[in-house]
């Protein structure tokens, strides 16, 4: 089936972060703080003739606010952030969690009717920390747990119970045209991207599979992984196969220069990047 899809990137909040974090040690060490976005994202559209549906990315911190009690400055809500592309939340019915760090996991809730598509060994992986002895499977403020918020697991197996969670066991076509691809064991145990088929060849959502372009140009992972950089490097290679080394398709989980490389414009506190229009839709960037 041929697809079709416009696509959008949204800062939802905004962060201050030692630039090694992002770009990986060596390379970024003492360079100071960036001023990081807090990304998800969303597409709409399908196969070509049939019914344009709406499917998000990833869900942000829930109310802004870290397990650890870190602020996140110009926080909005996923209703706030979609409305600005004409997208309501009660309507998505196709919720995608790349990983379940609560940067991408918190506010689940805001869609009320959506199934949420996990990888398996994302959530088996953070089952069995919460397992560890003591403080290293309780403790968010210890190295295991630092970026787990575990009122999203609250969240998620209700949902789970509600029969709300689809659960992939690798590389799968949730949608048309829309392909989730396992990145196991790279930024944490199950990771995903999705490539997006369209007209004009595939776009990639990764998530934090990719921090920044800067990691799959340069071929260098960030300093904050909780799996293995190796297999983030494999990642990369794949990446850039697919696109042809056209990274400017990919929308990165942190990157500031997403805003710069595509058109965008700031609605409420923060920037919409508009990565494509499908054909025959329309842009929704102010004119």
């Keep these: 089936m ?3 899809y416009s696509i959008w990137a949204f800062a939802y909040a905004r962060s201050e972060m030692p630039h090694e974090f992002f770009g990986g040690t060596l390379r970024w060490s003492n360079k100071g703080v960036i001023h990081n976005p807090m ?16 499917i998000v990315f990833d869900t942000g911190v829930r109310g802004g606010v870290s397990p650890r009690g870190k602020v996140y400055k110009n926080f909005e809500t996923p209703d706030q952030v979609l409305a600005k592309v004409g997208i309501r ?3 998505v019915e196709t ?20 199934k949420v ?10 089952k069995k920390v919460f397992k560890m002895p003591g ?13 787990i918020n575990p009122a999203d697991f609250e969240e998620i197996d209700r949902l789970i119970a509600a029969g709300r969670v689809v659960f992939l066991d690798g590389d ?29 060849g595939p776009y990639v959502i990764a998530g934090d599979c990719v921090y920044w372009y800067d990691n799959i140009e340069a ?18 290679v794949a990446l850039r196969r697919l696109l042809e080394d056209r990274i400017e398709r990919i929308v990165p989980g942190h990157d500031p220069v997403l805003f710069e490389r595509h058109p965008s414009w700031t609605a409420g506190a923060n920037a919409v990047a508009e990565l494509r229009v499908g054909r025959g839709a329309e842009s929704r960037r102010p004119s």
């Design 172 to 200: 799968a076509e949730i949608a048309p045209g829309v392909v989730c691809r396992l990145a196991r064991d790279t930024h944490t145990f199950g990771s995903q991207w999705a490539e997006l088929r369209t007209p004009d």
């Design 95 to 114: 919720l995608v969690l790349t990983h379940l760090h609560f940067d991408h996991a918190g506010n689940i809730a805001s869609f009320p009717n959506a």
């Design 219 to 236: 071929m260098w992972p960030p300093a904050y992984v909780q799996g293995s950089p190796w297999n983030l490097i494999e990642t990369y």
């Design 135 to 147: 403080a290293l499977g309780a403790d968010v403020h210890g190295w295991p747990l630092s970026s």
């Design 2 to 4: 041929t697809t079709d």
């Design 89 to 91: 939340a009660e309507e």
């Design 39 to 54: 990304i998800v994202s969303a597409i709409v559209g399908g196969g070509i003739g049939g019914k344009k549906k709406p």
């Design 117 to 126: 598509y996990i990888q398996r060994a994302e959530y088996d992986g953070w």
